[in-house]
């Protein structure tokens, strides 16, 4: 039996696909087999984010349709031999998902992988619904910013009531915080939210902080997850993620501005 | 932010609002939030909503989304707080709570 885990937030624009291309990318890379889904119907970004868009034949709805079989949607990550993508339909419409058709095609997936990792929208729309309701764990993304941490306090209210182990009155979802385009010196300012004011506001356990940082565009302008950057302080970032989340004890890093020279304390700059 | 910057009051400390506004609206949001509350609420609720709407429309033309039926729990007092719109006549609002 694979495990679901749906990658979410409420917000658009947080980190949600980025996370699902890196974080799946990571366990592939650990030696799991393991499938992303992207769930976004109509604005599919997954296969670019993985660099596999021109290999896109068919997608999840013409699978949920019967159009296709999911040996012939899936698609076998270029770099990773664990790792296959089935991308959205980016023609039809976000109402062509449905909740039995979405269920098939998880029962299926879970026979042949360890782990199906679920790239939901934005919104609170069927997309994401769906998206979630088969999960039994959450990564829930948020930028240290207050409409994203409303958004995701909201996102954890329908986890808790309306997801599959909710209605089933089965034991709770189990949701995790990541704290993404993390900005310390503006922490440190005190200009932006910190991790432990998101930990208190949310009250959920913490999986990683990924600090703000230009190599997350070059990542997406080139088609590689992000995770896969070496030398990167986003990659060392996701890696510890992976880490904690297969259950090894990784001291949070990235968090801290670095120290200023005496000019730059004195008269700012370096920011 | 340099210390002068800090000198001369030139930016604001704006994290601890963020963190104090959020707190207040969340916690207001968690307590009213339907999504939320739906496991705890008694399964005759759906039923007393539609036979209430029943009723109403029996007398006035209401819609079915017009008639809202809430049910929250303060401490030790229970709260029915059922709330219909009126639309044909503007705004109006009849309301009526009962405690229990």
Known sequence: ?271 | MSLLDMFFGRKKISASVAKERLQIILAHERGSNALGEIEQSPSWLPQLQQELVDVVAKYIHIDKEALKVHIEKRDNLELLEINVTLQDKGENNVSNKKTS
Not at chain 1, 15 to 33: I, V
């Open chain 1, 1 to 271: 039996m694979a495990k679901v885990i749906v990658i979410t937030s409420g917000k658009g624009g947080v980190g949600k696909t980025t996370t699902s291309a890196s974080f799946a990318s990571g366990l592939a890379l650990k030696g799991f087999k393991t499938v992303v889904v992207d769930f976004d119907i109509g604005l599919r970004n997954l296969d670019l984010i993985m660099g596999c868009e021109r290999r896109v034949v068919y997608d999840f709805v013409n699978v949920v349709q019967g159009e296709a079989t999911l040996h012939q949607a899936l698609i076998k990550d270029k770099n990773c031999d664990n790792l296959y993508i089935l991308a959205a339909s980016q023609t039809k419409d976000k109402e062509a998902l449905t909740q039995d058709g979405v269920g098939n095609v998880i029962d299926e997936l879970s026979k042949d992988f360890d782990y199906i990792v679920c790239d939901s929208p934005a919104g609170i729309e069927r997309g994401s619904f769906l998206a979630l309701y088969f999960a039994d764990e959450a990564i829930v993304v948020t930028n240290p910013e207050v409409s994203s941490v409303r958004d995701s306090d909201r996102i954890l209210g329908i986890l808790s009531s309306k997801s599959k182990r909710a209605v089933e009155g089965k034991s709770k979802i189990k949701a995790h915080l990541l704290v993404t385009r993390y900005n310390p010196e503006r922490v440190e300012n005190g200009e932006m939210l910190s991790v432990k004011d998101i930990e208190d506001i949310l009250r959920i356990p913490l999986i990683g902080v990924i600090p703000e940082s230009t190599d997350v565009l070059q990542a997406s302008n080139t088609g590689v997850p992000a995770i896969n950057l070496k030398e990167t302080i986003v990659s060392e970032a996701y890696w510890d993620v992976i880490g904690r989340f297969l259950g090894e004890d990784k001291e949070l890093r990235f968090v801290n501005a670095p120290r200023k020279g005496f000019f730059q304390r004195i008269f700012g700059g370096g920011n």
